[in-house]
């Protein structure tokens, strides 16, 4: 979904801004690890109460879907595909999994799989703590402006990142299946045919940017934004109703300011996931993924997932319980469900 950011340009729509903790509903706890296999086993970390949140991109394409390079040049075949993308030339690999920039949800924040781990072991291992931290969602037409080399400017922040797809609708084609049953589930969404300005940094941030909003200079190549805004946070609250408890939450409504002139960006190179695959021995363990039933600890499959993905014992607090020989014994535990 896009909206008018107020210069004429169209820009992604943030469904929910504001400032809200993450929390758990119902029989799920912070980490929201979904029975879903398209959601991976990975946690969703839910920021506002209409189930939106960080997650891994639940979306995939076929390698071999076309793609614009620039105006009227196409590549269709999957061997210019595999080379754009670094992707190995080999037999099985026909399904890409990557995250679309700009929009692509109703109002989630998508993440690369293995990138989703570390924004979530960044964040305090227990639910408790972790219900306390703040996600302040920005205005739609708003940027992050720091100054992030310390020379008393501050800067647009970006990555290098040039890569978005259409989406087609729901049952456009079955991707995966739930490993106990072998019946195919459909996510919502399933990427189409890539944008015509993805792979092209120029292209690409004047359609996510607007071409009103920035400003390229052909010599040095750097990018700057015209009369960015911000978000602030906390002047208004709004209320928010829970989906699925009916009740309400007040949310920090953000405010808009604006600066005056030419903000360069600044574009962090954008470092490939890494992720590390465990083969499950029991029946069980999908099992109980796939009930999503229980807590952390009373539900086998996500004591496994979290174990497994170092959420438990150790977090970055020093007032939280973190004992080597408390993850050791979680992990001796997990080991036994894989091979």
Same mark, same amino acid.
């Given at each position: ?17 504001g400032a809200m903790t993450f929390h758990g509903r119902g029989h799920y706890d912070v980490d929201q690890i979904r029975g879903k296999t398209y959601y991976a086993w990975i946690p969703k970390m839910n920021y506002d109460r209409l ?10 394409? %076929?390698?071999? @879907?076309?793609? @614009? +390079?620039?105006? *009227? ?11 754009? /993308?670094?992707? $190995?030339?080999?037999?099985? /690999? ?7 920039? *700009?929009g692509v949800s109703s109002g989630c924040n998508r993440l690369a799989a293995g990138h989703m781990w570390e924004l979530r072991n960044i964040f305090p291992s227990s639910p408790k703590r972790m219900a306390q931290v703040k996600y302040?969602?920005? =205005? ?9 080399? *310390? ?14 797809? &259409? #989406? ?10 739930? $490993? ?19 792979? =092209?940094?120029? %292209?690409?941030?004047?359609?996510? #940017? ?5 400003? +390229? =200079? ?9 009369? $960015?805004?911000?978000? +602030? ?5 709004? =209320? ?26 600044? !574009? ?15 029946? &069980? ?9 229980? &807590? ?9 997932? %979290? @174990? ?15 004992? !080597?020989? &408390? ?7 997990? /080991?036994?469900?894989?091979?």
């Amino acid at each position: 979904q896009y909206v008018n950011d107020g210069e004429g340009n169209k820009v992604p729509r943030i469904q929910t801004p504001g400032a809200m903790t993450f929390h758990g509903r119902g029989h799920y706890d912070v980490d929201q690890i979904r029975g879903k296999t398209y959601y991976a086993w990975i946690p969703k970390m839910n920021y506002d109460r209409l189930g939106n949140g960080y997650h891994n991109p639940a979306v995939s394409s %076929r390698i071999e @879907t076309k793609i @614009t +390079l620039a105006e *009227g040049e196409h590549a269709g075949s999957i061997k210019r595909v595999r080379e754009l /993308l670094n992707i $190995p030339d080999e037999k099985g /690999l026909v399904r890409l999994h990557v995250v679309a920039r *700009g929009g692509v949800s109703s109002g989630c924040n998508r993440l690369a799989a293995g990138h989703m781990w570390e924004l979530r072991n960044i964040f305090p291992s227990s639910p408790k703590r972790m219900a306390q931290v703040k996600y302040r969602g920005s =205005n739609s037409k708003d940027y992050d402006l720091f100054d992030i080399d *310390g020379d008393g400017t501050l800067e647009v922040m970006g990555v290098k990142y040039y890569i978005a797809y &259409s #989406l087609a609708k729901a049952g456009a084609s079955t991707i995966f299946k739930d $490993p106990t049953t072998g019946k195919a589930e459909v996510p919502k969404r399933n990427a189409g045919a890539y944008t015509g300005q993805s792979f =092209n940094r120029v %292209r690409f941030l004047t359609h996510l #940017l607007g071409a009103n909003q920035i400003k +390229l =200079n052909s010599d040095t190549k750097v990018v700057s934004l015209i009369d $960015p805004s911000y978000s +602030l946070f906390g002047a208004k609250r709004v =209320n928010q109703r829970d989906s699925y408890s009916r009740t309400r939450f007040a949310i920090d409504k953000p405010f808009s300011v604006s600066l005056k002139g030419e903000y360069k960006m600044y !574009e962090q190179t954008y470092d490939q996931d890494k992720l590390q695959f465990y083969k499950m021995n029991k029946r &069980s363990m999908f099992k109980s993924l796939a009930s999503e039933k229980g &807590s952390d600890h009373t539900n086998q499959g996500k004591f496994f997932v %979290r @174990t497994l993905g170092r959420i438990v014992g150790c977090g970055p607090y020093t007032d939280e319980y973190c004992w !080597e020989s &408390s993850f050791d014994q979680e992990l001796k535990s997990s /080991l036994s469900y894989v091979k």
